[in-house]
Structures are given as structure tokens and as C-alpha cells.
Antibody, heavy 119, light 107 residues
Framework: QVQLQESGPGLVKPSETLSLTCTVS?????????WGWIRQPPGRGLEWIGS???????YYNPSLKSRVTLSVDTSKNQFSLKLNSVTAADTAAYYC????????????WGQGTLVTVSS | DIQMTQSPSSLSASVGDRVTITCRAS??????LNWYQQKPGKAPKLLIY???TLQSGVPSRFSGRGSGTDFTLTISSLQPEDIASYYC?????????FGQGTKVEIK
């Protein structure tokens, strides 16, 4: 069974960098697929942040592109998100998910982690 | 970027009612349209992919239709456990984009 688990600080200060890691079990990232990050501010809808291919190719949301970096570590079966210069508007539940191909949708999701930006 | 517009933003229906949610893309996306269900405090769950294919384990009262720019998600007989928010998402191109969501409540 494929499982994804987000980890990282739940509280980040304004102007600092938000860093999250998604650990995948039950499937080897190096075998393929895209791996994505999606966030959801409290009481609001889903916002796509970006996707990374198993070989390292990336796609980012244009509205966040200047502040986002995705990376993958196949040796640890993990992929990561860094979002710099955060503000209160970046407070959200952050989800990682698997994106097998354009015809499959995000089929496996992490449980999500709430990150609050506050001093 | 492809914009996804859902309607309605919320609806209230009785148990057993037929419920339909609409999703429109700003340009043709073929059949690269997915539907998710999200219950409070939980991660979204894939219901339907490629416009009409039911994800494994999803009840058959859920169905999807459409292609090009116009799509629908239908619940044939609303059940209490279907209370949730529903989102469409296009996987035709990057950046991936979601609709703004439809909150389904019981009348």
C-alpha cells in the first residue's frame, strides 16, 4: 500500500523559509511518476504549488514560482518543498500527493500538515 | 494557465436526491478532468479520473461525464456520508489547477 507522510515545522516566522518533506512508502520514487504539493488555507479551496518528476524535472505555480523550490531524494524515497519569504497568507494545510500521469489524477495523498506563519 | 470554474459553490439537498456539480475549463482539456471529495480535516480523495472513470472503491452512485470544456459530477442518490466539499482538477497541462470547490450539505 502506497503511503505518503508530510513532516516539518508547524510554525514558521514571517520572512523565513517553510520547509517540508514528504516520505513515501510502498512505492519507489525512482520508479517514476510526478510528485506534487498542494496547499489549502483554512476554510478555503485547494491550491496547486508544484510537481517534481522522479528524475528532478519541476513545474511550479506561476504565482509562487519565485519563492518555491522542489527537490527529490531517491535514496531516502523523499521529496521536499521549500517556500521562502513566507507571510501570513502562506498559512495553510500542506499536502503531498502522487501524480501518476495526466489521465490518473492525484491517487495517493498524505494526511496533510498545518503550517502557521506567525511571529 | 487553464482556469477551472465550478458551480454551484454550495448546495443543500435531501437524502436520496440526485445531485449534479458542474465544472468548466477555460480551454479544451480533452478528458483530463479529475474529481475529488474532501471531508473536514481530511485530505482530498480521488473519486473520478479521466472525466468518467471511477477510482477503485468509490461507490457507483458517483459518476462523471463530459469532455472538452464542460464536465459534470453526479451523485445519483445522496447519502449522509456524501456530505463534503467536491473539487474538479485538470491534468491536461501544467500548472495543474483546481476548481474553487462545491460544498454539499443535507437539507
Amino acid at each position: 500500500q502506497v503511503q505518503l507522510q508530510e513532516s516539518g515545522p508547524g510554525l514558521v516566522k514571517p520572512s523565513e523559509t517553510l520547509s517540508l518533506t514528504c516520505t513515501v512508502s510502498g512505492y519507489s520514487i525512482s520508479s517514476g511518476y510526478y510528485w506534487g504539493w498542494i496547499r489549502q488555507p483554512p476554510g478555503r479551496g485547494l491550491e496547486w504549488i508544484g510537481s517534481i518528476y522522479h528524475s528532478g524535472g519541476t513545474y511550479y505555480n506561476p504565482s509562487l514560482k519565485s519563492r518555491v523550490t522542489l527537490s527529490v531524494d531517491t535514496s531516502k524515497n523523499q521529496f521536499s518543498l521549500k517556500l521562502n519569504s513566507v507571510t501570513a497568507a502562506d498559512t495553510a494545510a500542506y499536502y503531498c500527493a502522487r501524480d501518476p500521469n495526466p489521465r490518473s489524477g492525484y491517487d495517493y495523498w498524505g494526511q496533510g500538515t498545518l503550517v502557521t506563519v506567525s511571529s | 494557465d487553464i482556469q477551472m470554474t465550478q458551480s454551484p459553490s454550495s448546495l443543500s439537498a435531501s437524502v436520496g436526491d440526485r445531485v449534479t456539480i458542474t465544472c468548466r475549463a477555460s480551454q479544451s482539456i480533452g478528458s483530463h478532468l479529475n474529481w475529488y471529495q474532501q471531508k473536514p480535516g481530511k485530505a482530498p480523495k480521488l473519486l473520478i479520473y479521466a472525466a468518467y472513470t471511477l477510482q477503485s472503491g468509490v461507490p457507483s452512485r458517483f459518476s462523471g461525464r463530459g469532455s472538452g470544456t464542460d464536465f459534470t459530477l453526479t451523485i445519483s442518490s445522496l447519502q449522509p456520508e456524501d456530505i463534503a466539499s467536491y473539487y474538479c482538477q485538470q491534468s491536461y497541462s501544467f500548472p495543474r489547477t483546481f476548481g474553487q470547490g462545491t460544498k454539499v450539505e443535507i437539507k
